[in-house]
């Protein structure tokens, strides 16, 4: 029981709660709503412009991430390597998304990525600052009444959870 506790207070971390500038109950599924309208199955031909438009973005704000894909062919950006970068990218993103109502696989998803990214060379914890930015002005132009608020504070407890262990 008591490891159950810690795990649920870890995931609480990771996803937020109730208090200020965390990702509430109603914001996760806020966003699972968000993301669904542009990434479930019958939106299949949208996901890789959409995640395109995401790295593009990046791109053009933040040119030095580049360098940071140079193994996926990022100097062509409709290359068959970088879109399936791109939509790598972003089913991962979409089953952290799925898996804000299963906080125990939540974290042990999130404590993976971590990982994954600890080892990379050039990763800092501030891309996913520049990311979130990319996503929030791509996804708002492409969801009608998309939730920043919502969208900010979850995505920065996924993101906090898989930067932590980078400088």
């Known amino acids: 029981m008591k490891v159950m506790i ?4 870890l995931a609480a971390v990771a996803l937020g709660d109730r208090q200020e500038g965390c990702c509430s109950i109603e914001d996760r599924h806020e966003v699972l709503a968000l993301w669904s309208s542009v990434w479930s199955a019958e939106f299949s031909g ?21 360098a940071l894909f140079s193994n996926v062919n990022v100097d062509d950006l409709n290359s ?6 791109c939509v790598r990218i972003m089913s991962g993103l979409d089953v952290l998304i799925n898996l804000a109502d299963d906080p125990l696989t939540l974290h042990e998803a999130l404590d993976h ?21 990319s996503f929030d002005r791509v996804l708002s132009q492409a969801i009608p009444c998309f939730n920043h608020d ?6 920065n407890g996924i993101a906090h959870e898989i930067s932590a262990q980078l400088a």
């Open 80 to 85: 068959p390597e970088f879109k399936a970068h």
């Open 46 to 66: 949208r996901r890789i412009a959409i995640a395109q438009a995401v790295f593009v973005d990046l791109f053009e704000h933040y040119p030095e991430a580049k």
């Open 150 to 155: 919502a969208w900010e504070r979850c995505f």
């Open 113 to 133: 990525l971590a990982n994954q990214h600890a080892t990379r060379e050039g990763v800092k914890a501030e891309y996913f600052d520049y990311i979130l930015g």
């Open 6 to 9: 810690v795990l649920l207070g």
